[in-house]
């Protein structure tokens, strides 16, 4: 059964502060990785990856994928109260997308 | 482009009633899918189209629930009947290519709440 995870569950940081997730998954015929942010309503779209070790950069956030070891991180700079949300990874594999629980991050002012 | 389009945004009803949702994809959009999203499960997909043309119902939990796509600008999820357990966001998104490819766009949801 394909599977994706994400971690940690949660965290709370500071304004200022740097976050790294991370999301492992394990589906079969993975063509891509892609990222969502979701705050109140739907998830809106952040990043897909398809090569390994090529980072991808909009603005603070960045992310990388690593498919020998079946993961990828996403990385928030600088974060600002705007910041926070649930973010999702998902694999996708021809037309399905396989999401992961998504991490919760509340940033403090 | 107005973006994904869904109605009702909240439904409440009662157990045994029939439910539907209802969706508007982008134009010139040929894929369709529609998801549920509950905190025990999260974001599962139930079935997508392809021009119109259902490819993979997989995901539908029962027989309860039924998905149709009469033309590329409208789709509709129908619950029948709805049970407390079916309590859950509904989202519909739609994409240009296949989801390997290409981003898809989520709508707004329609959170549905069964009595």
């Known amino acids: 059964e394909d599977k994706v995870v994400q971690s940690p569950l949660s965290l709370v940081v500071h304004e200022g502060d740097t976050v790294t997730l991370n999301c492992s998954y394990e589906?079969?015929?993975?063509?891509?990785l892609l990222w969502y942010k979701q705050e109140k309503k739907a998830p809106t779209f952040l990043f897909m990856l398809?090569?390994?070790?090529i980072e991808k950069k909009s603005g603070r956030l960045s992310s990388i994928l690593d498919k020998k070891e079946l993961f990828s991180i996403l990385n928030i700079t600088a974060t600002q109260t705007g910041d926070s949300a649930v973010y999702l990874c998902?694999?996708?594999?021809?037309?399905?997308?396989?999401f992961g629980g998504g991490t919760r991050v509340l940033v403090k002012p | 482009d107005a973006g994904v389009i869904q109605s009702p945004r909240h439904e409440v009803t009662e157990m045994g009633q029939e439910v539907t949702l209802r969706c508007k994809p982008i134009?010139?959009?040929?894929?369709l899918f529609w998801y549920r999203q509950t905190m025990m499960r999260g974001l599962e997909l139930l079935i997508y189209?392809?021009?119109?043309?259902?490819?993979?119902d997989s995901g539908m939990p029962e027989d309860r629930f039924s998905a149709k796509m009469p033309n590329a600008s409208f789709s509709t999820l129908k619950i029948q009947p709805s049970e407390p357990r079916d309590s859950a966001v509904y989202f519909c998104?739609?994409?240009?290519?296949?989801?390997?490819?290409?981003?898809?766009?989520f709508g707004p949801g329609t959170r549905l709440t069964v009595l």
């Open positions: 589906v079969t015929n993975f063509r891509s």
């Open positions: 134009s010139g959009h040929d894929y």
């Open positions: 398809t090569s390994s070790g």
């Open positions: 998902a694999a996708a594999a021809g037309n399905k997308l396989t």
């Open positions: 189209f392809n021009n119109n043309v259902p490819i993979d």
């Open positions: 998104a739609s994409s240009f290519k296949t989801a390997q490819d290409n981003e898809q766009f």
